[in-house]
Structures are given as structure tokens and as C-alpha cells.
């Protein structure tokens, strides 16, 4: 399995951007797919974006436009730019990893996301 630990996250103004990190130890880096989903106070784990294992990329509606996924295969670490942030993407963003777009076996611990009105 693939061990995740993210970083980047804190307190911004809406209309800030944040850079989200995921360093990913373990073997199988470069064939996995990886994705950011987030978890807001009362809400259900929603994706927010994904990149495949040939860097494809899918984003949820609310993201697209606004945040952008990467992966550096050489620092074994996946990023979300995400910019023009507003209140309701306030979260926990949490990055996993697995061999598909439907299976996430391998999940970090999270990194808490607060944007100010």
C-alpha cells in the first residue's frame, strides 16, 4: 500500500488560493491513480479531483475552473492548486490513492481548508 501524508493547508480570505500537498511513500507511486476529496462539518466525503495514472484528469463541478491537480513523479507527490477559494469549500481535504478511479485503499490524514467570508 501506498502511505499518504498531506500538507498546505490553513486559513485563507475568499478569493486566496492555497497549494495542497500529497508525498506518497511505497512502492507503485507512478501507476496510481490519485485523487483529492474533501469532508465538510455535517456534509459526506465528496472527490474534488482526480489524475489518472496517464495524468487525466476529472474535476467536480464546483472545482473546475478553479482548482488544478498535478503529480511530480519524482518527489512522489501529488498537489491541488486551488485558487479563487470561497467559504463553502472550507473542508478537510484528504488525498488517496489506488490502482483505479473506483477503489481508494490508501487515504492520508487530512489537512484542514478554512476560507474566510
Known amino acids: 500500500q501506498v502511505q499518504l501524508r498531506e500538507s498546505g493547508g490553513g486559513l485563507v480570505q475568499a478569493g486566496g488560493s492555497l497549494r495542497l500537498s500529497c508525498a506518497a511513500s511505497g512502492s507503485s507511486f507512478s501507476s496510481r491513480v490519485m485523487a483529492w476529496y474533501r469532508q465538510a462539518p455535517g456534509k459526506q466525503r465528496e472527490l474534488v479531483a482526480r489524475i489518472s495514472s496517464v495524468d487525466s484528469t476529472t474535476y467536480a463541478d464546483s472545482a473546475k475552473g478553479r482548482f488544478t491537480i498535478s503529480r511530480d513523479r519524482a518527489q512522489n507527490t501529488a498537489y491541488l492548486q486551488m485558487n479563487s477559494l470561497k467559504p463553502e469549500d472550507t473542508a478537510v481535504y484528504y488525498c488517496?490513492?489506488?490502482?483505479?478511479?473506483?477503489?481508494?485503499?490508501?487515504w492520508g490524514q487530512g489537512t484542514q481548508v478554512t476560507v474566510s467570508s
Open positions: 488517496a490513492a489506488g490502482p483505479n478511479s473506483d477503489y481508494f485503499p490508501s
